[in-house]
């Protein structure tokens, strides 16, 4: 047993490490693309190991000058779209039916959860039906949270 030990220790410490570069690309209109693989024509230059790599731009945002389009949407301060009053209220109008929706699902869900835990006594045991009661509850009471929050 000590012998098949050693064996398999030196055979793994012999085993070369492996080792890849990490290419940082640029490509001519500055997109930025991190790879294993240097693509040729692209601007690409080996980071060192030290360096951090990162795909979020250090640049700040553009804002584009472009008109928005004509779905009731308008230019708002800093660049941020805002929507008029009637497509923001049925949006608020989609979101609770939707959150309703939810709700009732995991009503029934619930009821299904807690019929199973009854019937089943090694599951109550176990702990596994328990904690699908409490996992539809803890739905429940945030899902009953988001519907409080609407205006």
Known sequence: MMLRFFLL???L??????????F???????HVTYTNARAPGKGC??????????SVSSAP???SSAPLPQNGASQGGAGFPR???TTQRARDSDRRRILEEELASEQRA?????RDAAQDPRRSA?????????????????????????R
Do not use: W, Y
């Open 83 to 85: 929507v008029d009053g």
């Open 45 to 54: 230059t080996v980071l060192s190991r030290d360096q951090a790599v990162s």
């Open 126 to 150: 176990s702990g596994a039906g328990t904690d699908r009661v409490q996992i539809h509850e803890r739905n429940i009471e945030a899902l009953r949270r988001e519907l409080s929050n609407l």
């Open 13 to 22: 410490s012999s085993a070369p490490l492996a080792r890849a570069d990490i």
């Open 110 to 114: 619930l009821e299904v959860a807690r």
């Open 24 to 30: 940082k690309c640029v490509d001519d209109a500055g």
């Open 9 to 11: 220790l030196v055979v």
């Open 61 to 63: 945002p553009r804002v």
